[in-house]
């Protein structure tokens, strides 16, 4: 099945740094990847999303792109600021068998640091 | 639009026990996705249902099971709890069509502890 590895586990980083989050996927044949926001004791949130036939979408200050043939995508936060602190985690779609999941790396840690 | 509902928002069970956690996904949302999430593992998957049919599953025991309903709303059973089993479950609602790429909206939770 597909795996999803996410790297780092944890950032910390100044305000009005950047912040990357990169993630590498197994499966060729996921099409679809999500970034989803989560804050402490609150449900994971959608905050941008990339399908394979695009290399790179921007959303004010966050960013992802996509790289196909080396089968990794990564978050981009510019400008952070303390609202930017939660766990992010990325996901790539799976195909197989007629049926989609989603699977999700183990999320990182992200502190920005006032 | 009423986002992803999911009840109950906590638990305590004993270990043997069973449990029964519901999910009422966005109007017109039909796939249903239900996920653990435990601090070291993050996001696993559990399993889908489209149409009141499980369309996939991921890795957990028999233990596991779910099943929807014609309103598409999905229930998660498990059986003979185990202290490992507590948990936050999130169920994750999405329109799903043959192209099944849109981003999913998540509920709030169910915070299981199983003492």
């Known amino acids: 099945g597909e795996n999803v590895e996410q790297h780092p586990s944890t950032l910390s980083v100044q305000e009005g740094d950047s912040a990357v989050i990169k993630c590498t996927y197994s499966?060729?044949?996921?099409?679809?990847f999500p970034w989803y926001k989560q804050e402490l004791g609150k449900r994971p949130q959608l905050i941008i999303d990339?399908?394979?036939?695009?290399g790179e979408k921007k959303d004010q200050r966050i960013a992802v792109t996509l790289n196909k043939t080396a089968k990794h995508f990564s978050l981009h936060i510019t400008e952070t600021q303390p609202e930017d602190s939660a766990v992010y985690f990325c996901?790539?779609?799976?195909f197989g068998a007629g049926s989609y999941q989603l699977t999700f790396g183990k999320g990182t840690k992200l502190s920005v640091i006032p | 639009k009423a986002g992803v509902t999911q009840t109950p928002r906590y638990l305590i069970k004993t270990r043997g026990q069973q449990v029964t956690l519901s999910c009422s996904p966005i109007?017109?949302?039909?796939?249903v996705s239900w996920y653990q999430q435990t601090p070291g593992q993050g996001l696993q998957f559990l399993f889908e249902?489209?149409?009141?049919?499980?369309?996939n599953k991921g890795n957990f025991p028999g233990r596991f099971s779910g099943r929807q309903f014609s309103n598409s709303r999905s229930e998660m059973n498990v059986s003979t709890l185990e202290l490992g089993d507590s948990a936050l479950y999130l169920c994750?609602?999405?329109?799903?069509?043959?192209?099944?790429?849109?981003?999913?909206?998540f509920g709030s939770g169910t915070r299981l502890t199983v003492v």
């Open positions: 994750a609602s999405s329109p799903s069509t043959l192209r099944r790429d849109y981003g999913y909206t």
């Open positions: 499966d060729s044949a996921s099409n679809y």
């Open positions: 990339i399908r394979s036939n695009v």
């Open positions: 996901a790539a779609l799976l």
């Open positions: 109007s017109g949302h039909r796939s």
């Open positions: 249902y489209f149409s009141e049919t499980q369309r």
